[in-house]
């Protein structure tokens, strides 16, 4: 079945650690997408790549970084430099970037820092 | 800026109809709906582009007013998995644009 997989589901750190979430998709899509979610928030950009080896910043891309050296991974390292790092992590990816495709979410990461 | 989604939660009863409203203050390309159940991914609804005609599947449609920078979606009859929370992301201006995501409506269908 193709789809995007998140690993872990879960996570737990203290502060000052910098953290990875994994993103892998089989869908072969060109572009993926990082977002933030917050309780009761809608969904904030985060980062976002068109295709291997370039990405862009989003909204909020502060203390977070990424690569693409894959087409299928787009892995979200969260530093010790974002201020307020727990939240719901969702990556995405959609056949090419931009509004006009449809996005295929993960299941998300829950990231929770203390 | 991000568009604006009304209201902000409502409940209704089985066989109910709602309609969420999704509003924006720049001008629009495409409108997305998305839904999400709690602590899970949001799951795609439909596409609404510039231009192109109202969208719908079953008893879940949208249109898309150009003029008022607005999308709506209907939700009819409603059924108890219509629950959860509905998210317009909006591209603004031209294709190609990244979405921006409203702060979603809180739907819940009772029995």
């Known amino acids: 079945d193709g789809g995007i997989t998140q690993s872990p589901k879960y996570l737990f750190r203290k502060e000052g650690q910098n953290v990875t979430l994994s993103c892998e998709q089989n869908?072969?899509?060109?572009?993926m997408y990082w977002y933030r979610q917050d309780p009761g928030q809608g969904l904030r950009l985060i980062y976002y790549?068109?295709?291997?080896?370039?990405?862009q910043k989003g909204d909020i891309a502060e203390g977070y970084s990424v690569s693409r050296e894959k087409k299928e991974s787009f892995p979200l390292t969260v530093t010790s430099a974002q201020k307020n790092p727990t939240a719901f992590y969702l990556c995405?990816?959609?056949?090419?970037?931009?509004?006009?495709?449809?996005?295929?979410f993960g299941p998300g990461t829950r990231l929770t820092v203390t | 800026q991000q568009p604006v989604q009304s209201p902000q939660a409502v409940i209704l009863r089985e066989g109910e109809d709602a309609v969420i409203n999704c509003s924006s203050s720049k001008a629009l390309y495409s409108v997305h709906w998305y839904r999400q159940k709690h602590g899970e991914a949001p799951v795609f609804l439909m596409i609404?582009?510039?231009?192109?005609e109202q969208k719908g599947h079953d008893k879940i449609s949208a249109s898309f007013n150009e003029k008022k920078q607005q999308s709506s979606l209907y939700l009819t009859a409603s059924q108890l998995s219509y629950s959860g929370t509905y998210f317009c992301g909006t591209e603004f201006d031209n294709a190609g644009n990244m979405l921006t995501f409203g702060g979603g409506t809180r739907l819940m269908v009772k029995p």
């Open positions: 790549s068109q295709i291997v080896n370039d990405f």
């Open positions: 609404l582009l510039k231009g192109g």
């Open positions: 995405a990816s959609s056949r090419l970037a931009g509004g006009t495709y449809e996005q295929y």
């Open positions: 869908l072969n899509h060109d572009a």
